[in-house]
């Protein structure tokens, strides 16, 4: 029933010939040589950066996390925060506020770090929900209202927040309503013993470099490029079957009667047309990322676990029994034919 560990995308046959489509390709490869052993995490990222979505990352401590997020936002031309999360933050600690000034008599806007186009919220649920829902709304909306005034944020604005499974108090997990408001729900684990003697090296590497005169910073990736690889991804073929067993997942994660009884007992809620719509865009961009200019099966289904696994939830009777978002997910990709 579980799905095995998918493995990173793979330039296909039929090429994408495109000068936007290389570029891509050689960031993917910089992150993937700085990046040892998450090559899930670097494709998730590369995907929610074409699909204009956001990512909330899962994993362990020390996995890679924020040191991925840190060298995408390197190879792009735009500017990059970090918030951490505590329990003491104010929603004012990221949107900004009016700041009086005296010698003006006026007030001024202070611009918070939610501003800047690559955000890194880490470990969301130690937030209070105040905090949590300030930053939803501003994924959401992609405006932020400080007093009578709104601000819009940048055309290209990706979130990438992460949470902690080990520890439990002190946190605020999310709702389930507000998981919806992410692309995609990545779960990482940690690498296996060839990556992890690779990431010895690396670190060393990296001690000595840091001990060095800077090199010269390497050409980065356009806003506008970004912008370009978006339409791309959007004009992608899906052939109208595709699209038919797209959407039969999604109604299947409502009402799996027609599929299997069972099933349709243990989910209590399915995926909302928000869903539909994320796992569209995901699966283009994982298509644009491997070279082709169609979708194929293969690509609703890679996705389909991170798109769907926070918004399908287990009945009370199925949580009792262990299932959960993944499982039923993993359900749902076995019981509905593929076209």
């Known amino acids: 029933m579980n799905l095995p560990p998918e493995l ?18 050689a960031l993917r490869d910089a992150l993937a040589a700085e990046i040892v052993g998450q090559s899930l995490l670097i494709d998730r990222l590369l995907i929610a950066l074409l699909a204009d979505g956001h990512l909330l990352v899962e994993g362990a401590p020390g996995l890679a996390k924020t040191t991925a997020i840190r060298a995408l936002a390197s190879r792009v031309d735009a500017s990059f925060a970090r918030i951490q999360f505590t329990p003491d933050l104010l929603p004012a600690d990221l949107t900004g506020t009016d700041i009086w000034r005296a ?47 709104t601000y819009a944020l940048p055309q290209v604005f990706l979130v990438m ?5 080990i520890e439990q108090e002190g946190t605020f997990p999310l709702p389930e309503a507000q998981l919806d408001r992410f692309l995609m ?38 806003l506008e490029k970004i912008e370009q690889a978006r339409r791309a991804v959007l004009e992608l073929h899906m052939a109208p079957q595709l699209e038919r067993y797209l959407v039969a997942l999604v109604l299947a994660s409502r009402d799996a009667s027609a599929y299997d009884a069972a ?8 995926a909302s047309p928000r869903g539909s719509i994320a796992l569209e865009r995901c699966a283009r961009a994982r298509a644009w990322l491997a070279g082709r200019d169609f979708v194929t099966p293969d690509d609703i289904r890679a996705v389909a ?16 029994e262990g299932w959960d978002g993944e499982r039923l997910v993993a359900a749902l990709l076995d019981s509905v034919p593929l076209p």
């Open 8 to 25: 990173p995308i793979e330039t296909t046959a039929a090429v994408v010939t495109s000068a936007l489509h290389e570029e891509f390709t």
């Open 103 to 149: 010698q003006e008599g006026r007030f001024e806007f202070q611009a918070g770090p939610i501003f800047h186009p690559i955000l890194l919220a880490d470990e969301i649920n130690r937030a209070p929900a105040k905090v949590q829902s300030a930053l939803l709304e501003a994924m959401g909306e992609r405006q932020v209202t400080v007093g009578r005034n």
């Open 161 to 165: 927040a992460t949470q902690n499974p």
């Open 185 to 222: 729900h990545v779960r990482i684990g940690y690498p296996d013993a060839s990556a992890e003697t690779e990431i010895l090296r690396l670190a060393r590497e990296r001690a000595l470099q840091a001990m060095q005169p800077k090199a010269a910073p390497a050409r980065k990736l356009s």
């Open 263 to 270: 099933l349709a007992r243990r989910i209590a809620w399915g």
């Open 305 to 320: 676990p991170d798109v769907l696994r926070h918004r399908v939830l287990p009945s009370y009777e199925a949580a009792a």
